[in-house]
């Protein structure tokens, strides 16, 4: 099972721009579908963007669609999420996940390998 850290989170002024990073360690990282999910106070956790094993797949959700990519490097056990036109309701901690297999699913269903969290605010 592989261990996942995120980082580069912070504090960002409406219709600005952040890269989240997801570093995995272990041997097996090309082996996961991958996707990012995030948190707001007093919600669920809810699925931004996934990306199939390749690279060559993703799926966003409705809200983030056009303004948010996710990528990968499975050379350098990766995974990258580019936000762009940020808004104050992007605000959340943002988790990376991995799902064994090759569907990149748009819920939580078989995600089974959380990091800690990195928050983003975004202010209006």
């Known amino acids: 099972q592989v261990q996942l850290v995120e980082s580069g989170g912070g504090l960002v002024q409406a219709g600005g721009s952040l890269r989240l990073s997801c570093a995995a360690s272990?041997?097996?990282?090309?082996?996961?579908?991958m996707a990012w999910f995030r948190q707001a106070p007093g919600k669920e956790r809810e699925f931004v963007g996934g990306?199939?094993?390749?690279?060559?797949?993703?799926l966003y959700a409705d809200p983030v669609k056009g303004r948010f990519t996710i990528s990968r490097d499975n050379a350098k056990n990766l995974v990258y999420l580019q936000m762009n036109s940020l808004k104050p309701e992007d605000t959340a901690v943002y988790y990376c996940a991995t799902r064994p297999g090759t569907i990149v699913v748009g819920n939580r269903d078989g995600y089974n390998n959380w990091g800690q969290g990195t928050q983003v605010t975004v202010s209006s």
């Open positions: 990306i199939n094993r390749s690279g060559g797949s993703t």
């Open positions: 272990g041997r097996t990282f090309s082996s996961y579908v």
